[in-house]
């Protein structure tokens, strides 16, 4: 498919921005598991990095590429991370967490110096919202918080396993899918979400990636803010 082989041509054009001996953030989703398997390529071939991955999956995915891993425990400096987004608008703001791993991902984000993201072109959008915004909410105020979003003009789902029963993250939270449509102004509904008690983290990242690599055909676009 056009979009997979984007997806990896975005994901190799991203091991620019990896040196010898850099902690590695390691995103989750399927354009960040094509950069984790090149990176692993690299590690056979004697390249040395430390990855932290951003969830149980890329952590199992790098584990079985034999990518030696750290945890924010012993290192709390990240050189750079790669990792996909939903949505990207042009001031390099993102939607995340359609893989359900953003809680994780910003934390690692914002201990990163250079966050990269790699996406295949369908994610660039001139305004966010298109993408359902995924908010991770404590189970204790799943309905709270999802009446106070809607009073904020979304209409919310809680995301759903194939079996009906609701998708827990990697911290045992569940998902609210929020479609908001456009989103006038996402650093103040950013804000909003923040100040909610109940809601853990939303998938909202601004002012977080450095850069962003688009792969369009076989061209890549970089966007650097
Ligand atoms: C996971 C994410 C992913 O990076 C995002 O959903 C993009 O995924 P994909 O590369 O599979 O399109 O935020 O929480």
């Given at each position: 498919?056009?979009?997979?082989?984007?997806?990896?041509?975005?994901?190799?054009?991203s091991l620019q921005f990896v040196k010898?001996?850099?902690?590695?953030?390691?995103?989750?989703?399927?354009?960040?598991?094509?950069?984790?398997?090149?990176?692993?390529?690299?590690?056979?071939?004697?390249?040395?990095?430390?990855?932290?991955?951003?969830?149980?999956?890329?952590?199992?995915?790098?584990?079985?590429?034999?990518?030696?891993?750290?945890?924010?425990?012993?290192?709390?400096?990240?050189?750079?991370?790669?990792?996909?987004?939903?949505e990207v608008d042009p001031q390099l703001?993102?939607?995340?967490?359609?893989?359900?791993?953003?809680?994780?991902?910003?934390?690692?984000?914002?201990?990163?110096?250079?966050?990269?993201?790699?996406?295949?072109?369908?994610?660039?959008?001139?305004?966010?919202?298109?993408?359902?915004?995924?908010?991770?909410?404590?189970?204790?105020?799943q309905a709270l918080v999802a009446k106070?979003?809607?009073?904020?003009?979304?209409?919310?789902?809680?995301?759903?396993?194939?079996?009906?029963?609701?998708?827990?993250?990697?911290?045992?939270?569940?998902?609210?899918?929020?479609?908001?449509?456009?989103?006038?102004?996402?650093?103040?509904?950013?804000?909003?979400?923040?100040?909610?008690?109940?809601?853990?983290?939303?998938?909202?990242?601004?002012?977080?990636?450095?850069?962003?690599?688009?792969?369009?055909?076989?061209?890549?676009?970089?966007?650097?803010?």
């Open positions: 498919m056009a979009n997979d082989q984007e997806k990896e041509a975005a994901a190799r054009a010898d001996g850099h902690v590695v953030g390691l995103g989750t989703g399927s354009t960040a598991a094509y950069f984790i398997r090149l990176l692993g390529e690299k590690v056979k071939n004697g390249m040395r990095v430390r990855g932290i991955p951003t969830s149980d999956r890329s952590r199992e995915l790098a584990e079985s590429l034999g990518i030696p891993l750290t945890t924010l425990d012993e290192c709390q400096e990240i050189a750079v991370t790669v990792d996909g987004a939903d703001r993102l939607i995340k967490g359609g893989g359900g791993a953003m809680l994780r991902e910003k934390i690692v984000a914002s201990a990163t110096k250079q966050l990269v993201i790699v996406a295949d072109a369908t994610k660039q959008v001139p305004v966010l919202g298109k993408f359902p915004l995924p908010v991770e909410v404590i189970q204790f105020a106070r979003i809607t009073a904020l003009g979304a209409k919310v789902s809680v995301r759903l396993n194939g079996d009906g029963t609701p998708y827990v993250t990697d911290e045992r939270n569940h998902i609210l899918d929020c479609r908001f449509g456009q989103i006038a102004d996402a650093d103040v509904l950013a804000r909003q979400l923040s100040e909610m008690p109940g809601v853990v983290e939303h998938g909202l990242f601004i002012r977080m990636a450095s850069v962003v690599l688009f792969a369009r055909g076989s061209e890549i676009v970089e966007l650097r803010r």
